[in-house]
């Protein structure tokens, strides 16, 4: 909701700007956004259907949250009973052009609003018995097989429209690329990064960019069209989305009407490459304009047929909406691909995408006869669209009011949930296993009968069932036979469910707690070799080859941490591109630490046996350094950090 305060503020920002007739425009629609949400004139799902009303709500969120979060461009269409009540482009699909964004011309990237198109595909295929959903998927797969980690339970493409194929996290220097010649097949690419099976088939939902873009190869190797061809005769024509493409690079004709991808810095925008998802197509390669998406969403919306020319049948549309998955069933779970969302009291469905640089939602609301589509850019792009579309849900289609009371024993079984918990989307096998110390979500009770998930409050309404304070979200939790907490999921986002860590190994404070005092330990053992040189130069022979031992492991693994901040800052974002050879340079020196830190234990139980240095607690510093020496080591190991553990 857009509050008073935050109208206050962005009245502040809005002083620092020129009093150019863009600006004034957008005080004045700020201004009657505060009064419409701040007085007691109440939004209902009737004025969406009212321009006026949508557009003033929409620039008055829109605009200020484009300036705040550098946001160069974006869309929002809204279609309610059959009319397009506002379709609109917001600031420029070319900064340094001043060409405005427009909403039937400007092309967006609407992400994994992609995979849709891919279900849809499918399921003409099954339509046409061409495609059984409940198949071993290796009987549509040409040039490679999917691994039999688990015997007996093979993927299907059902796994595959449900996020439940089991496979791991993988996007490494591969995801999205910037440059043509980076560009190979779809079935080369998915042969060459197949990412490890690591739960079985239909037992837990982990989103997957690679099963969609097999999913979408079963399309190509049945239908005996490329994907981007198939989908092009069978959705994009007969819907006619004239402006819209799975092709990379872009077509001529579409190039030109393409909205360029910007960062900000230094108080100006930078222009970045367009984004190649060619490996992974059938995930999140679409081109579209706001206007053609919302062709499409207006055929689901009407059972699958946009002006009496249907792209599937409505019984098959019913059928993927329908719940296959669910974490918990008083949750929202998800179709065939479909997510519902849970968002205001509506029954909506569709998906959202992102990019590295385009962020949308594509929801599509039966009951009110209603879709939405928008998109947005640039640093801030994520934030303005999520406030967006859930404002509008939230705004015009709020959700019954509650109370939220605790229950009275909470505080004396609060303590099973408190934990880490990493999303059930994660890597396992190669170097991005590390990204699940940075993914964890803490969990703990705030001693007031709620329950703190990150920075938002829930209070249990249920067994295992908690509300969220302000905005109503659900959440619930799992236990396992003996009654233990296992992990969780939020309403509607069941494909990104998160799981309890259960081993210490894991958790970022152990790692991060015993990291910071080996980096302290090694420092000190540098400090000490620079204060008192003298006094080493003038140790034993063997006490002196111990104590080089020490500082040479010590400033190696100090090293690798240096190096490695340097490189994630200089080269960190083009890791989803491919893999820089910086980083590959890095990793070399993980080995060369380990090497001496085996080494140093060596020297270590030379230390003890030779009774070397002057003291007991001297030997026991010595020992600790060893310690902390191999503790990095095994942390190079456990992390995928030695060697070359990359696709």
């Not at 700007?17 to 004139?41: A, G």
């Not at 061809?229 to 493409?245: A, C, H, V, W």
């Not at 998930?453 to 069932?465: A, H, T």
Request: glycine share 6%; with cysteine.
């Amino acid at each position: 909701m857009f509050t008073m305060n935050q109208c206050d503020n962005n009245w502040i920002r809005f002083m620092k700007f020129q009093f150019n007739r863009t600006t004034l425009i957008s005080l004045c629609l700020s201004t009657l956004c505060m009064l419409l949400t701040t007085t007691s004139w109440a939004l209902n799902a009737d004025d969406l259907g009212n321009t006026k009303v949508v557009e003033a709500y929409v620039d008055g969120l829109v605009k200020p949250l484009m300036i705040k979060e550098h946001s160069p461009s974006g869309v929002f269409v809204l279609m309610k009973d059959g009319q397009i009540i506002l379709s609109k482009g917001y600031g420029w699909q070319d900064v340094d052009k001043r060409i405005p964004v427009n909403a039937t011309t400007t092309l967006m990237r609407p992400g994994s609003i992609s995979k849709l198109f891919t279900w849809i595909a499918v399921m003409q295929l099954v339509e046409k018995n061409k495609l059984d959903l409940d198949a071993d998927i290796n009987k549509y797969l040409k040039t490679f097989k999917i691994k039999d980690s688990y015997p007996g339970q093979p993927v299907t493409l059902r796994n595959c429209l449900t996020h439940t194929a089991g496979f791991e996290e993988s996007f490494l220097g591969h995801l999205i690329l910037n440059k043509n010649d980076q560009i190979i097949s779809l079935a080369a690419a998915l042969k060459k990064y197949q990412p490890e099976r690591i739960y079985a088939p239909g037992t837990q939902a982990a989103y997957s960019n690679y099963a969609t873009s097999l999913a979408g190869l079963v399309v190509a190797n049945v239908s005996g069209m490329s994907y981007e061809d198939y989908i092009q005769k069978n959705i994009f024509e007969p819907l006619g989305m004239r402006n819209s493409t799975f092709k990379e690079p872009l077509p001529d004709n579409l190039n030109q009407h393409m909205a360029i991808a910007y960062q900000y810095a230094n108080g100006s925008y930078i222009a970045e490459p367009f984004e190649l998802i060619t490996n992974f197509t059938p995930a999140g390669a679409l081109t579209s304009t706001a206007e053609d998406m919302l062709k499409f969403g207006s055929a689901l919306l009407n059972g699958g047929s946009l002006n009496g020319v249907p792209i599937i049948s409505t019984e098959t549309l019913m059928e993927m909406n329908k719940i296959q998955f669910n974490y918990d069933d008083r949750l929202n779970g998800h179709g065939l691909g479909f997510i519902h969302y849970p968002w205001g009291n509506t029954d909506t469905f569709g998906h959202d995408g992102a990019t590295n640089a385009f962020f949308s939602h594509l929801g599509v609301t039966p009951s009110k006869n209603m879709v939405i589509f928008s998109s947005f850019t640039g640093p801030g792009g994520s934030k303005i669209n999520r406030t967006l579309s859930e404002s509008i849900y939230a705004e015009f289609m709020p959700i019954a009011p509650f109370f939220n009371i605790p229950p009275k024993e909470f505080n004396s079984y609060a303590s099973k949930y408190s934990g880490s918990y990493i999303p059930s989307r994660h890597n396992l096998s190669t170097i991005e296993k590390v990204f699940s110390l940075l993914t964890q979500q803490k969990i703990s009770p705030d001693g007031k009968g709620g329950l703190l998930i990150g920075d938002n409050r829930y209070i249990e309404i249920d067994k295992n069932l908690f509300r969220e304070v302000s905005t109503g979200q659900l959440a619930a939790f799992k236990e396992n036979k003996q009654g233990k907490i296992i992990g969780y999921a939020l309403n509607g986002l069941s494909m990104f469910a998160s799981i309890k860590i259960q081993s210490l190994f894991l958790l970022k404070a152990f790692n991060f707690f015993f990291l910071v005092l080996s980096i302290v330990v090694f420092v000190f053992v540098f400090l000490r070799f620079l204060y008192q040189r003298r006094l080493i130069k003038d140790l034993p022979t063997k006490e002196k080859i111990a104590f080089r031992a020490a500082l040479i492991a010590s400033l190696s693994h100090l090293w690798v941490v240096l190096f490695g901040l340097i490189t994630m800052m200089s080269v960190g974002s083009q890791l989803v591109e491919h893999i820089p050879t910086m980083l590959k340079f890095w990793l070399v020196f993980p080995i060369i630490a380990s090497l001496a830190s085996i080494f140093l234990l060596y020297q270590n139980l030379e230390v003890w046996k030779e009774a070397l240095f002057s003291t007991f607690w001297a030997r026991l510093r010595y020992t600790f350094i060893t310690f902390c020496a191999l503790f990095m080591s095994w942390f190079y190991f456990y992390w995928n950090i030695l060697g070359f553990q990359y696709n």
